[in-house]
């Protein structure tokens, strides 16, 4: 497990200076957050791959800038409008296949609309069908304003999808929908792929976590104990730090405090054999 950061902080600085600035602080693992649809041309995903290739950076998520338009394309009874969104979507899968990137993160149909919850389920499934045939999981994450930020919505996913799902934790959403941490990690329990992190103050509900302001250690622990073999990124507002450094040290300091507790864990184990 490591611990990273998303490209998402630095909006609204173009996407891909927000990655050479990752690249060039040292930090080992970054979530590529798309923000237009020139980004998706061949010209700009050239410049991404140049990017990385002299980088030590690995790129361990996409996160598509049509999240908002998901309910548009995924959840309507309009073919044409079907059809449109995996025209989109499979441009995605192709990006993160020419980038390496594994995964895909999908926030899906919006709590308020009167969509089919099973038609929902039906219509990521058929994605994530499209997404394996480029060697990529597409991934549910639980947003706030979305279905899937509901606990109920999670467990009833897993059901009608048969348990072919990914979920991305996302603890700033989970902190938003007003769902207690441990309950949204028992709904996803076993399927999660890929996690966002944040901490939070009284003033500001999305900020650098640290040992402070989240419960790193208890959620470590219980990722490691559940045999959590994913990453993680820092994912925050540009209000939410002062610079680059302070999320890179935070990022280190996670990926250690993890180090520790896992060989602590081991040492645990050696003791009882």
Same mark, same amino acid.
């Given at each position: 497990?490591?611990?990273?950061?998303?490209?998402?902080?630095?909006?609204?600085?173009?996407?891909?200076?927000?990655?050479?600035?990752?690249?060039?602080?040292?930090?080992?693992?970054?979530?590529?957050?798309?923000?237009?649809?020139?980004?998706?041309? @061949?010209? $700009? =995903?050239? +410049?991404?791959? !140049?990017?990385?290739? &002299?980088?030590?950076?690995? /790129?361990?998520?996409?996160?598509?800038?049509?999240?908002?338009?998901?309910?548009?394309?995924?959840?309507?009874?309009?073919?044409?409008?079907?059809?449109?969104?995996?025209?989109?979507?499979?441009?995605?899968?192709?990006?993160?296949?020419?980038?390496?990137?594994?995964?895909?993160?999908?926030?899906?149909?919006?709590?308020?609309?009167?969509?089919?919850?099973?038609?929902?389920?039906?219509?990521?499934?058929?994605?994530?069908?499209?997404?394996?045939?480029?060697?990529?999981?597409?991934?549910?994450?639980?947003?706030?304003?979305?279905?899937?930020?509901? @606990?109920? $919505? =999670?467990? +009833?996913?897993? !059901?009608?999808?048969? &348990?072919?799902?990914?979920? /991305?934790?996302?603890?700033?959403?989970?902190?938003?929908?007003?769902?207690?941490?441990?309950?949204?990690?028992?709904?996803?329990?076993?399927?999660?792929?890929?996690?966002?992190?944040?901490?939070?103050?009284?003033?500001?509900?999305?900020?650098?976590?640290?040992?402070?302001?989240?419960?790193?250690?208890?959620?470590?622990?219980?990722?490691?104990?559940?045999?959590?073999?994913?990453?993680?990124?820092?994912?925050?507002?540009?209000?939410?730090?002062?610079?680059?450094?302070?999320?890179?040290?935070?990022?280190?300091?996670?990926?250690?405090?993890?180090?520790?507790?896992?060989?602590?864990?081991?040492? !645990?184990?050696?003791?009882?054999?």
């Amino acid at each position: 497990m490591e611990c990273g950061i998303s490209t998402a902080c630095l909006y609204p600085q173009d996407t891909a200076e927000s990655l050479r600035a990752v690249c060039a602080a040292g930090v080992g693992t970054t979530e590529i957050f798309l923000n237009t649809f020139s980004e998706l041309d @061949p010209a $700009y =995903i050239d +410049r991404l791959s !140049e990017i990385l290739r &002299g980088a030590q950076t690995r /790129v361990c998520s996409l996160h598509p800038f049509t999240s908002a338009l998901e309910t548009f394309f995924f959840a309507a009874e309009y073919q044409g409008r079907l059809e449109d969104g995996l025209r989109v979507y499979r441009r995605y899968f192709e990006v993160c296949r020419l980038l390496g990137i594994p995964r895909v993160v999908f926030h899906g149909d919006f709590l308020q609309t009167p969509y089919p919850f099973e038609k929902h389920c039906a219509h990521y499934v058929l994605l994530r069908q499209m997404a394996r045939s480029y060697g990529v999981e597409f991934c549910q994450e639980n947003v706030v304003r979305c279905k899937c930020g509901k @606990p109920e $919505y =999670i467990r +009833r996913m897993r !059901e009608c999808t048969g &348990g072919d799902v990914s979920f /991305v934790l996302d603890v700033k959403q989970q902190r938003r929908a007003k769902v207690p941490l441990w309950e949204i990690m028992d709904a996803m329990q076993g399927n999660i792929s890929h996690i966002h992190l944040s901490g939070e103050t009284p003033e500001n509900d999305c900020v650098t976590p640290d040992e402070n302001n989240f419960p790193l250690r208890a959620f470590l622990t219980r990722l490691m104990r559940e045999g959590y073999r994913g990453d993680m990124v820092i994912e925050l507002y540009r209000g939410g730090f002062s610079e680059l450094e302070e999320l890179r040290a935070a990022a280190a300091h996670i990926g250690a405090l993890y180090a520790e507790l896992k060989n602590g864990q081991d040492g !645990e184990g050696e003791k009882h054999r």
